[in-house]
């Protein structure tokens, strides 16, 4: 074994025989690797030779369809002017078509049958050139030949506009490829009254097409819109073989997918098996005007030849540098690492011993030396390392105490108390933050004002100590706006553009802010890129499941001047609305399977009980992530909209115009509705002051001066309440919006208006507006006491 050149055994010929083969590896992926390079750029070279190819015969076939296109519509004029001279004069023009442009073999002005009655049913001058260059021409329509009904006459009539013939083969002279462009001539009353054709011949295609052939081996051809070969090398394939059917003969499943994809105008380079050149590439594209196909095929034999030949090359000069290289590095490395078994058996000694061991010396300067002075550091620094691990513990416990004054902060900035509203029986509110890390970055707030109850939910982006102080700053500015703003939209947008400015950390909020009605449950919302909220409707046992249509909205905080769209729906009573954040959807388990919508879909209860949906929820959420670590916030916030059905006591309407003089009307009818309910004089004079404050606004306001219109008044009444809906289709006015009048001022210093409202606000205990179906909609209510 001593004598042997490679001793497995060695740590020098291990460590020898690793290099070799990690540099082999390398060599050789790289030599591959460089391979596939210059094979993909010979393969980018050839597809952008074969599209420059391409795209110059497609422009060379425009230019050839534009001027006969032109020269058509050029004496389309010149038709019109003589539509009543000599018939004569249409063969002339025929002749005329055929004289200025070689490109066209033949022309016709085909008419309307009966066009002219002298003529009888057809009249049709066609002129064409014959093989010695001769122009004919001749009246086209017999009664063998019936031009009214052929496809180049009817489909321009059709469309009313011009239209190239799927190309024929004309074998009046000889057999011919052609093609026929015909364009409508309208009258005044957009009837079309004759056709004008002109006749290509397409045989140059073939000579185009050759021309595009850059290898021994390469070959071009065309196709028409249904997939019939147009040009091909195979001269007898032309107009009478279809790619399809080729692709049938041979068994060939790729070229019936090329075929497919060059039919339907698609531009690409695909490769597959050609059995007369194996391996192949084929480039293809459009001719958008004509809706044909082009298509170059080259062998990929000739493609990398030169890549193939440079690659065994390669090899050869790999292999022998390997060979070189292991002799060299089999000598090198037994040198370098005969000082490593001296070392080893000094460290033996202190992996026996304790930490201060004395190690043996080293006296070689090289990387062994440094290890031994690495070794006697390790033993200093071990010492200090523990007393320094002591003072982080005690670091770590403030901040961790810090932290939870922080989050108790946070928490005390959110909803706390449940129910929050329990002396109402019309909704029931429950809502849940679970932060990943001390604090977190979701909130949710809402607060009932006028009757409607004003609700959020978002999600910051990021998560600890930033992400809880843009939450703070998200829900301040919530509260702030929307306590004198009842559109969602517009305290989206107001927020949006408050956050947007000096963002240098660029942080967003996606933001769901909703505005429930609770009398009428008409639900205004808008959303700031944030999870749908989820409706469960529970109405007439009616079990259902959907989420809220949401417009797609950037959150808040990208972009100031985003206009926010706000939505509407109707929430009936007996329906739940669920919000959440995405750390919900996205909880992971061990295996990093997400929980998903569908398994929050199947966890949401059918319940009235808002605090019961979400701990059923969260039981689900704990149970399908175990022991994986919480990576993301967690909020949920419920809704249930129970709006119980009281018994109506009853109802009485009253129907009036902009005339103050019926306000003795509105007197008498309000007495006889607070008569009914059980008010006493006082409280019956608080109703008389409010309404008639309310109903003399819109008497006043409403309608534009020296206008008559309608107000329609409801009294109604159950067992809670009594309540007055005022109804107009004036003028949008929300009273409910007026500022507050500072009482404290003085007459000479408080501005005009805005006194009647306050006045109906401190007499009334809600006041709700609406404006639904361009009506304004005032509803004000009063709680029944006991005595009535």
């Known amino acids: 074994m001593k004598h042997r050149f490679w001793n497995l055994r060695s740590f020098a010929s291990r460590l020898s025989l690793w290099v070799i083969l990690t540099v082999a590896i390398i060599l050789v992926a790289t030599a591959a690797v460089a391979n ?43 038709i019109k002017k003589n539509v009543n001279a000599p018939h004569e004069e249409m063969y002339r023009i025929t002749r005329e078509m055929l004289e200025t442009n070689p490109m066209i073999v033949g022309s016709a002005i085909a008419f309307e049958p009966n066009y002219y009655p002298e003529e009888g049913r057809y009249f049709s001058p066609y002129s064409y050139r014959a093989e010695n260059g001769e122009i004919i021409s001749k009246q086209l329509g017999t009664a063998t030949y019936d031009y009214p009904t052929m496809e180049w006459f009817q489909t321009p009539k059709q469309l009313k506009k011009g239209h190239w013939s799927e190309p ?71 107009l009478s073989e279809t790619i399809f059917d080729a692709a049938k003969k041979l068994k060939s499943d790729d070229l019936a997918q090329i075929g497919h994809e060059m039919v339907e105008g698609k531009n690409d380079m695909k490769r597959f098996r050609s059995p007369h050149l194996g391996q192949s590439f084929i480039f293809y594209k459009p001719v958008i005007r004509t809706g044909w196909s082009m298509a170059i095929v080259c062998s990929a034999e000739e493609f990398f030849h030169n890549a193939t030949q440079a690659g065994i090359i390669v090899a050869v000069i790999i292999l022998i540098m390997l060979i070189l290289l292991a002799i060299i590095l089999r000598a090198g490395v037994r040198r370098l690492t005969k000082p490593l078994v001296q070392f080893t058996n000094a460290v033996n000694e202190v992996a026996y011993g304790n930490l201060d061991a004395e190690l043996p010396k080293i006296k070689s300067k090289d990387e062994m030396l440094r290890l031994y002075n690495s070794f006697r550091k390790m033993q200093k620094s071990l010492t200090f390392q523990m007393d320094e691990l002591k003072q982080v513990n005690e670091q770590k416990g403030r901040i961790e105490r810090e932290l939870q004054i922080a989050s108790n902060i946070q928490k005390s900035m959110l909803p706390k108390i449940f129910p929050p509203y329990p002396e109402r029986d019309d909704i029931d509110i429950y809502g849940q933050q679970t932060p990943a890390k001390a604090v977190g970055g979701d909130l949710f707030d809402f607060y009932i004002r006028d009757e409607k109850l004003f609700f959020c939910i978002g999600d910051v982006s990021g998560k600890g100590i930033p992400a809880s102080l843009v939450m703070a700053v998200a829900r301040s500015l919530f509260r702030t706006l929307s306590m004198h703003e009842p559109h969602p939209d517009r305290i989206i947008t107001q927020m949006n553009d408050r956050m947007s400015e000096d963002n240098e950390l660029n942080m967003f909020v996606t933001l769901f802010i909703g505005v ?68 919900l959807t996205e909880a992971e388990n061990i295996e990093h399977e997400l929980f998903g919508e569908e398994r929050m879909i199947n966890a949401v209860p059918f319940a009235f009980d808002s605090k ?15 022991d994986a670590e919480q990576s993301d916030d967690l909020t949920m916030l419920t809704i249930c909209y129970i709006k119980p059905d009281h018994h109506q006591r009853f109802q009485q309407e009253l129907m009036l115009t902009n005339d103050v003089d019926q306000v003795p009307q509105l007197n008498e009818f309000v007495d006889t509705v607070c008569e009914a309910v059980g008010f006493d004089m006082a ?17 006043n306001y409403a309608y534009p ?64 507006y609406e404006r639904r179906e361009s009506r304004n909609i005032l509803t004000l209510r009063k709680k029944l006491t006991s005595d009535n």
């Open 168 to 238: 024929y083969c004309d074998t009046g002279g000889g057999e011919i490829t052609m093609t026929t462009y015909s364009y409508p001539l309208i009258d005044n009353e957009g009837n079309v009254y004759a056709i004008v054709t002109a006749d290509v011949s397409l045989d140059w295609l073939s000579q185009m097409m050759d021309s595009l052939k850059y290898y021994d081996q390469s070959y071009c051809f065309i196709l028409s819109r249904d997939g019939t070969y147009l040009a091909h090398p195979i001269k007898k394939t032309v």
């Open 683 to 699: 409280t019956t004079m608080q109703m008389n002051l409010a309404m008639e404050e309310a109903v003399v606004n819109v008497m």
């Open 516 to 583: 429930l009605d609770l009398p009428t449950g008409r639900l205004r919302y808008c959303n700031a890129g944030h999870n749908a909220p989820l409706l469960l409707n529970q109405a007439d046992n009616l079990k259902q499941k959907v989420f809220l249509p949401c417009d797609s909205n950037l959150p808040i905080g990208i972009m100031g001047g985003w206009k926010f769209t706000q939505q509407e729906t109707n929430i009936v009573p007996g329906t739940t609305i669920f919000l959440y954040t995405d750390g």
């Open 705 to 768: 001066q020296g206008t008559t219109g309608d107000i329609h008044i409801v009294a109604a009444a159950n067992d809670k309440r009594l309540k007055f809906v005022i109804s107009d289709s004036g003028m949008p006015f929300d009273p409910t919006m007026r500022k507050e009048v500072d009482t404290t001022l003085s007459a000479e210093e408080r501005p005009i208006g805005g006194l009647g409202i306050h006045l109906i606000t401190q007499l009334m205990d809600s006041i709700n």
């Open 36 to 78: 596939l390079f210059v094979r993909d750029g010979i393969l980018r070279e050839e597809q952008l030779r074969a599209t420059s190819a391409l795209e110059n015969a497609e422009e060379h076939i425009n230019k050839v369809f534009i001027a006969v296109e032109t020269a058509v519509k050029n004496h389309t004029n010149e």
């Open 612 to 626: 019961e949906i979400i701990d059923s929820v969260t039981e689900a959420v704990q149970a399908f992530t175990g």
